[in-house]
């Protein structure tokens, strides 16, 4: 059962991903322009005063004042996701360090580290081989079979535990 705060959080992680995604839409840029085109074809009517530039101003300054925290919102939630879809990535692979998986934690110096062994890696494999031998339909395959393999493995180990 939720709580007040989760549905809170829940309702406005809900609205800061459709305002974000609305604000970026074709019928929102049209808008903004439209409401820019009536301004300045108004601004005859109201002789250009201060309070014409004022209402202006003021409105975009309000509305980007606000959008900056929705879009902000939604875009730490978008890369939450896309982290954990990636701790997921290399916690499944058994040839992948497990000390990937709190990379963003780690010092600027020891990503450095990380950086140089994965340079070093691309480099040893330029060598081998060419992209063409080394990313084949048959090595897919092969690829597919042992992680079917490993599946049915991990199915059967966690049936004869329950």
Do not use: C
Not at 92 to 101: A, F, I
């Amino acid at each position: 059962m939720k709580t007040k705060k989760q549905n809170k959080t829940s309702a406005f992680e809900k609205f800061a991903t459709h305002v974000s995604k609305a604000a970026g839409s074709t019928t929102a840029f049209i808008g903004a322009f439209l409401l820019v085109v009536v301004w300045a074809v108004s601004g005859p009517i109201f002789d250009y005063s201060e309070t014409w530039q004022l209402v202006i101003n003021t409105g975009t300054t309000i509305i980007t004042f606000l959008m900056v925290f929705l879009i902000q919102k939604a875009q730490n939630k978008d890369s939450l996701a896309i982290q954990l879809k990636l701790n997921e990535l290399v916690a499944s692979n058994e040839y992948s360090s497990n000390s990937l998986v709190d990379i963003e934690s780690m010092t600027e110096e020891e990503m450095i580290i990380v950086q140089k062994y994965y340079h070093k890696l691309s480099e040893l494999a330029k060598k081998d081989e060419s992209i063409r031998s080394s990313h084949s339909i048959a090595e897919a395959s092969e690829q597919h079979e042992r992680k079917d393999k490993n599946r049915t493995k991990l199915r059967t180990r966690n049936i004869t535990k329950k």
